[in-house]
């Protein structure tokens, strides 16, 4: 039986659709619910998401996958809500953004708990929501070198992803050489990692994203939108046409199994501004006719928008 | 000047009703991140029970004020303390304040910011201030109550850039608000005191906390942290183990210190833990210091009026906002 969790229960794989892979209802670092300057009300929490959920559902946007760690703001209380009420799927993950987005208590825990904790999450569920993660979320703390908790939880999530068949997601792609000798070490197959932030402004030079590609690992050009040309461009801004020809260029290179495509936007951020007018629906309105434009065949943008996204999600067993 | 009051959960109290006060426990201590664990269990009704329990038993044995020193990200639950204070009858003050740094969340550490520079002074204080001013963050929800101290510790190792910009925030929100600061030290207690006074605070502000750790107890910390004006607080009556000095030892510190002529500032606390999540906690009852601890002081030859100088007199010159 071929199933990705959702936060509303297991969904048969070819319920996905065409998959935002790399998104977030809202983020924040943790600490930020601290910092009053933040703050909306419930209200305002809704009336920023709903209707970017209710266009991408009409758009035929099928399923949201919600790139959150365990400590960044996560809410699968509300993801769930906001699920049942627009129709769209949302794949919640368990893991975090890199070690530096871990609280105390987790980054003092060991593999093995931390291995546990995960599991926990996509076989039990998320806290006492029901809801349980489809996906792992692993990444490289700032600095651009894996920090020695980065490692035990990249580590931790191989083991629960051989556990469970449920696939990791990267917060950035640098450092790829210690994150694919611990795969490796660990027995993961890497195809059942997406490396995600291959495309951004910042880490794209040093971004070995062919050399992933060849091990058998997944590419993410999933900070779609966020571009230089926008009025205020956050720091991992990057011109939209040399984005794009990057990633036309990974396709043309023969990796169109590998790369999946998104725009990491938040809906309604929840400790940082945002980058006013970049939504979950720049694939719809901006990048499908981007990719339409440069050439790129209806059968082409399915494999990267529903089959990719349907193989990595589904869980193996 | 009016009648001076402590800012506690249901409000401001005349600082002459505070009674025997703990100046430093935990009521909920919750390690970062433990609520959010797949085996942590955050039962409301059952913490309550607990903490009520202890609290009652503090009264019992004489308590009026506890102090909950745990600062606003360890687990701090404003309303549940306004229950408990209105079912036990105990006032509760409780406090804003991080620290040390590796118990921060990445916003404050690793911001979204090019380079992501770890927040200075400037920002905690503001941060810590309004929580006196404004209400104490329930995060996301609402402000309720008004801190009455701001609490900081520094790392084990030694003060780091960021504990420094703590404290130096602590003492600016202090010295803005009125509340007092308490300290936790790092290596150095004289040191990490004076990055505090450093900033125009009287010392006559400051609680140092830790002063009963043999690495302080060494070093003669205590004395020279009195001498200095500040409070002294040995604030782990109770704990015997590889890091503190004994409670027999304690009240001998005490004894010497009013010898010293510094009996107005000293300071005695627990560091119990209500209830902990996540950690293994100090599993010592609000009441020792009460039940066991005065006892052994009598025997050292210290006076009623200076046991009651230490419980009563003193926090209750240093709590009230200025």
Known sequence: MSRVNTVLGPIPTKELGLVAVHEHIGYGMPGSELDTKWWKTPEER???TVPKLRRFH??????????????????????????????VHIV???????????????????VDYLTEHFIH???VGIGGTGGRAGVIKVGVSRGGRMTDLDKRIYRAAARAALATGAPVLTHLAIDAENAIAIFTAEGLPLDRVLFGHVDDGVNADRTRDTW?????????????????????PPFWARPRQERLDHFLRLIRQGHLDRVLASADANCSPLG??????????????????DLRAAGLDEATITTIFVDNPADFLTLQH | MGVQTVNTVLGPVPAQELGVVAVHEALLSVLPGAELAFDVTMDRAEIFEILAGKLADFREHGGGTIVDSTGMFHGRDVRLYETLSRATGVHIVASTGQGPEDLLGGYFLTPQTDPPTPWPAEKFADLFAKEVTEGMVVPRVERRGAAGLVATAATRAGMTATDESLFRGAARAALSTGVPVSIRYGHDAVHDLEIVLDEGLPAGRVVVGGLDREDAVAAGAPLAVAARGAYAALDHVGTEDDGHVTDAERAALVAELIEAGHGD???LSSSATGVAKGHPGTEVSYSHVLTAFVPLLKERGVGDEDVRRILV?????LLPVR
């Open chain 1, 46 to 48: 809704y009336e920023e």
């Open chain 2, 265 to 267: 500032r000293v300071l």
């Open chain 1, 212 to 232: 992933i590609a060849e091990q058998g690992g997944r590419i993410g050009f999933d900070t779609f939108g966020y571009e230089t040309e926008l009025e205020d």
């Open chain 1, 121 to 123: 999450e996509i076989t």
């Open chain 2, 313 to 317: 007199d003193n926090p209750r010159d």
């Open chain 1, 58 to 87: 009409e758009y035929g946007g099928g399923t949201f996958v919600d790139a959150t760690g365990i400590c960044n703001g996560r809410d699968v209380d509300y993801y769930r809500m906001l699920s049942a009420k627009t129709g």
């Open chain 1, 272 to 289: 940082w501004p945002g980058v006013k007018g970049h939504t979950v629906n720049y694939i719809f309105e901006d990048l499908i006719p």
């Open chain 1, 92 to 110: 919640a993950s368990t893991g975090f953004v890199g070690g530096d987005t871990a609280l105390p208590f987790f980054a003092r825990a060991s």
